[in-house]
C-alpha cells in the first residue's frame, strides 16, 4: 500500500519509508525489500532508539505496523497506537489524510 501511495502523492511532495527495527540484518532487510517489490526507501534502526522516538513505553507491546505522518513542517499529525490503529492501515483514510496534509497553506511556496 504504501509503493501505491507513494506513486500517488510523491510528485506533490509526499515521502513514504519503512524502517525495520527487529533483529533483522542489513541483508535481511534488502532481502525483504526486494522479496516484496517495495517502492519506498526502507532503512533500519535499534529497537530501542524506535521506541525512544515512538514516545512508547518498553512496557507496553508495540505491533507493527507503526505508522506516523509527519507534515511539512516536521508535526506528527497522527500516529499509530502502541497496539494498533486499524484507521491507519486503512488506504482511503490515509488517501484522505495525506491529501489534506499535502494542500497548499496559505502563504506556504514549494523550494
Avoid: C, W
Wanted: charged share 20%.
Amino acid at each position: 500500500m504504501l509503493t501505491k501511495l507513494q506513486a500517488d502523492y510523491g510528485p506533490q511532495g509526499f515521502q513514504a519509508f519503512g524502517v525495520a527495527f527487529n533483529e533483522a540484518t542489513p541483508e535481511m532487510v534488502r532481502s525483504y525489500v526486494k522479496d516484496h517489490q517495495l517502492g519506498i526507501p526502507v532503512g533500519y534502526a535499534a529497537r530501542d532508539s524506535v521506541i525512544d522516538y515512538l514516545g512508547v513505553s518498553v512496557m507496553e507491546r508495540l505491533t507493527v505496523p507503526q505508522v506516523m505522518l509527519i507534515d511539512r513542517e516536521g508535526r506528527v499529525q497522527a500516529q499509530s497506537d502502541p497496539g494498533g490503529t486499524p484507521s491507519l492501515r486503512n488506504e482511503a483514510y490515509l488517501r484522505e489524510l495525506i491529501g489534506g496534509l499535502l494542500q497548499p497553506k496559505p502563504g506556504y511556496s514549494k523550494r
